[in-house]
């Protein structure tokens, strides 16, 4: 079975300092993951997706996430934060039926990123 | 292109009531998943629909329901609400198991 863990529940930088959001899974095929952000009082937002490409992938607003198949990681990175980064961030699992993707969602707990000025 | 869009917003119930949640996906997307998302059990799969079909469903009980019409909207219906019912319900839409899925901005539901 498929799984996300999100090593940190809180993380807190400074604006204009580099952000680390860490994530492991665990897949007994190759996944597709995926990282989403959620703003208050609303619905998720997708940042970006790996899909067996290129282990570097480039999202949205300057995040990128790079997949580590030997560390079962996907980490997500931003080399500078904004004050409108701060969010709460899902590293996300497509849960898979041998080795095809189903229509269902594995959500890691979440990361609240909290950016200081 | 509209996003997902998701009806109503909020909700108020009260214990035992019943409550039927409204999700339309983006145009052109068949899938379309529902999730419940609350502060102590984080974002749980309820199930997806694909061409009016269930294709997949989490482990709620048999109080939550749902169904795909055939221009791709679905409903979620929750029968003899409890308080732990409370949450927000999420829709999402994507146009095949293989591409990301979109959500709307969901529907609070609080059971008194």
């Known amino acids: 079975a498929q799984s996300v863990t999100q090593l940190d529940s809180h993380v807190s930088v400074s604006e204009g300092t580099p952000v680390l959001l860490r994530c492991n899974y665990s897949s007994s095929y190759s996944p597709s993951l995926f990282w989403y952000v959620q703003h208050p009082n609303k619905g998720l937002q997708l940042l970006l997706k790996?899909?067996?490409?290129?282990?570097l992938v480039k999202g949205i607003n300057g995040f990128e996430a790079e997949f580590k198949k030997s560390e079962t990681s996907f980490h997500l990175t931003k080399p500078s934060a904004h004050m409108s980064d701060a969010a709460e961030y899902f590293c996300v699992v497509s849960s898979l039926h041998g080795s095809s993707n189903t229509g269902k969602l594995i959500f890691g707990q979440g990361t609240t990123l909290q950016v200081k000025p | 292109k509209a996003g997902v869009t998701q009806t109503p917003r909020y909700l108020i119930k009260t214990r035992g009531q019943q409550v039927t949640l409204s999700c339309s996906p983006i145009?052109?997307?068949?899938?379309v998943s529902w999730y419940q998302q609350t502060p102590g059990q984080g974002l749980q799969f309820l199930f997806e629909y694909f061409s009016e079909t269930q294709r997949n469903k989490g482990n709620f009980p048999g109080r939550f329901s749902g169904r795909q019409f055939s221009n791709s909207r679905s409903e979620m219906n929750v029968s003899t609400l409890e308080l732990g019912d409370s949450a927000l319900y999420l829709c999402?839409?994507?146009?095949?198991?293989?591409?990301?899925?979109?959500f709307g901005d969901g529907t609070r539901l609080s059971i008194l």
């Open positions: 999402a839409s994507s146009l095949d198991n293989n591409q990301p899925q979109h």
């Open positions: 145009s052109g997307h068949r899938s």
């Open positions: 790996y899909t067996s490409a290129a282990t």
